[in-house]
């Protein structure tokens, strides 16, 4: 019905930069939030950034100053930009999307990526 698919991850060295691309396809009639989050070995997926359809982000205090989520609505796409990436920010970046299908409008739907691995590293 609906896919996300990330790119953009890879291995930077710290203080590097990166922008992960988030592409949605499918069934469509409407995105609302789009997000990334994140999940390093052994511990627990966490928000990094949230957006709404009209341009709301939200950050977690982490990556605050340093990370820029943005979307284009006609496109169907999320970006996020990282800059001055840290060996912590070490992870598999998710992206997720609240959708609405074209058969059942009023529902609406959480999907998630498959993911891209961030590595920060010298």
């Known amino acids: 019905q609906v896919q996300l698919e990330e790119s953009g991850g890879g291995l930077v060295q710290p203080g590097g930069s990166l922008r992960l691309s988030c592409a949605a396809s499918?069934?469509?009639?409407?995105?609302?939030?789009m997000g990334w989050y994140r999940q390093a070995p052994g511990k627990q997926r966490e928000l990094v950034a949230t957006?709404?359809?009209?341009?709301?982000?939200n950050y977690a205090d982490s990556v605050k100053g340093r990370f820029t989520i943005s979307r284009h609505n006609t496109e169907r796409t999320a970006y996020l930009q990282m800059n001055s990436l840290k060996p912590e920010d070490t992870a598999a970046y998710y992206c997720?999307?609240?959708?609405?299908?074209?058969?059942?409008?009023?529902?609406?739907?959480?999907?998630w990526g498959q993911g891209t691995q961030v590595t920060v590293s010298l």
């Open positions: 957006i709404t359809r009209n341009g709301i982000t």
């Open positions: 997720n999307a609240k959708i609405t299908l074209i058969f059942d409008p009023s529902r609406e739907n959480d999907y």
């Open positions: 499918g069934s469509i009639f409407r995105i609302y939030v």
